[in-house]
């Protein structure tokens, strides 16, 4: 699984900005996406930004008066030369709906096609692209709003609501009351796959209401089975037990609220696990007995995601790679003898 943050996105956009054309008079968002990196490079090169039907209506943005400079104040007439930029590409639909209607309705425009992330540096549809990040990808800006959740395990307190304060968390009425009126913190738009929490199976009722009142839809609801908060304590099995449920699923990561229990779910469990703290995807150790276990039980259902055949070179390589780690592929190909 890979997955990029709005910091990778910022990142990826100024180790590419000298591959960008130097004369820039407009960068065109094409929404929604692709108006974060249009306002990311509007910002870092203090030029003027629309979206698409800007662009066709002949409107930019208002900007502050802070930094106005020349390029700002080009009348729109003067703004030939366009960069159009969406975050992302893969298949190409949606770049060539907007080619195909801006070929149709302007004249006189250079018009340079861009996207920050695509499934090579290189593609048919885009004049430009920042980063490769292949399938099976996911945003920090999209996640909780894409379809492979469903694919996921899944954290509650501090993932989908806030945590409970020192005060709330009493293992009591407090605590119940808090379950039932948890502030929503991230709200999916898609099924759940496999809701894992260290919350205790005497609240599941609680749980299951909350869950019901927003709406939220998913597989299964797994909770820590032990008698009280003391006990949860003394076991100290957030991360073993969340590992656990998931090694057992199908799911191909685990979005998880804490650092330290990303970094020992992954171990623990075989598969990538993502840290909401930090927005760091955390992997398990190459050449590990579960990381193999893993690659190999997942790898039908990567092979569907990634929409790549298993014959495909490339496929097979990040497969192998992924299981033996760089050192043991770089010594496989030496042996065999291959470059």
């Not at 039932?180 to 599941?204: C, M, Q």
Request: hydrophobic share 40%.
């Amino acid at each position: 699984m890979n997955y990029r943050s709005l910091a990778d996105m910022y990142d990826a956009i100024t180790m590419g900005l000298g591959r960008l054309p130097d004369n820039i008079d407009l960068i065109v968002g094409v929404p929604r996406s692709g108006l974060i990196p249009a306002n990311f490079l509007g910002l870092l090169l203090n030029l003027p930004i629309t979206d698409v039907e800007g662009l066709i209506e002949g409107r930019v943005m208002a900007s502050g008066r802070t930094r106005r400079g020349a390029a700002v104040n080009k009348t729109f007439a003067e703004m030939k030369n366009v960069l159009v930029i969406d975050d992302s590409v893969f298949h190409g639909n949606s770049i060539r709906a907007v080619k195909e209607r801006l070929d149709v309705e302007l004249e006189g425009y250079n018009l340079t096609y861009c996207a920050v992330f695509g499934p090579k540096m290189t593609h048919p549809d885009i004049d430009i692209v920042l980063d490769a990040v292949p399938q099976p990808r996911i945003f920090q800006w999209n996640l909780f709003h894409h379809g492979l959740l469903k694919e996921c395990c899944i954290d509650i307190d501090g993932v989908l609501c806030l945590d409970p304060t020192a005060q709330q968390n009493d293992d009591g009425n407090r605590y119940r009351e808090f379950i039932l009126n948890a502030i929503p913190l991230n709200r999916p738009t898609k099924p759940l796959g496999h809701l894992v929490t260290s919350r205790l199976e005497k609240y599941r009722p609680e749980t299951e209401a909350w869950l019901e009142k927003w709406g939220i839809q998913y597989e299964t609801l797994n909770m820590l089975d032990l008698p009280n908060k003391e006990a949860r304590q003394k076991a100290k099995a957030h991360g073993s037990f969340k590992a656990e449920v998931y090694r057992n699923k199908n799911s191909i990561m685990f979005i998880e609220s804490e650092h330290d229990q990303a970094v020992e779910i992954a171990r623990l469990s075989g598969k990538p696990a993502l840290c909401i703290e930090t927005q760091q995807m955390h992997m398990p150790a190459s050449g590990d007995l579960r990381t193999i276990q893993q690659s190999m039980k997942g790898l039908p259902r990567r092979i569907v995601l990634q929409k790549t055949p298993l014959s495909n070179k490339q496929s097979m390589k990040n497969f192998v790679r992924s299981i033996v780690g760089d050192r043991g592929y770089a010594l496989m190909k030496k042996v065999s003898g291959r470059s």
